[in-house]
């Protein structure tokens, strides 16, 4: 079973920096595709960033391109969330998620939460205005 582990979340001012991490247990994790998705109060869960398990390929959603930076380190065993110039529709539960598979996988696949196998249990990002 692999476990996933988020951290970095808290409460920043509009415009400022948070880099969350998300750490997972097993020995396979450089064969995952990693996303992070954000769930905001009364709200579905949505895609905001993935990257293939190559970490050749990275995706983002339109709202948070040109801001936020996917990245992982397979020695590590992290995935990391870079966000820059927060905005206050940043708030969100922020979630990472991990794809068996080695096939190729684009952001049909990957901006998918139904296509996750594992998920951690979330950190909190407050941007306050």
């Known amino acids: 079973q692999v476990q996933l582990v988020e951290s970095g979340g808290g409460l920043v001012q509009a415009g400022g920096s948070l880099r969350l991490s998300c750490a997972t247990s097993?020995?396979?994790?450089?064969?995952?595709?990693m996303g992070w998705f954000r769930q905001a109060p009364g709200k579905e869960r949505e895609f905001v960033a993935a990257?293939?398990?190559?970490?050749?390929?990275?995706y983002y959603a339109d709202s948070v391109k040109g801001r936020f930076t996917i990245s992982r380190d397979n020695a590590k065993n992290t995935v990391y969330l870079q966000m820059n110039s927060l905005k206050p529709e940043d708030t969100a539960v922020y979630y990472c998620?991990?794809?068996?598979?080695?096939?190729?996988?684009?952001?049909?696949?990957?901006?998918?939460?139904?296509?996750?196998?594992?998920w951690g249990q979330g950190t909190q990002v407050t941007v306050s205005s």
């Open positions: 998620a991990a794809r068996e598979g080695t096939t190729v996988q684009g952001l049909g696949v990957l901006g998918d939460m139904r296509r996750y196998d594992y």
């Open positions: 097993g020995r396979t994790f450089g064969t995952y595709a």
């Open positions: 990257i293939s398990w190559t970490g050749a390929n990275r």
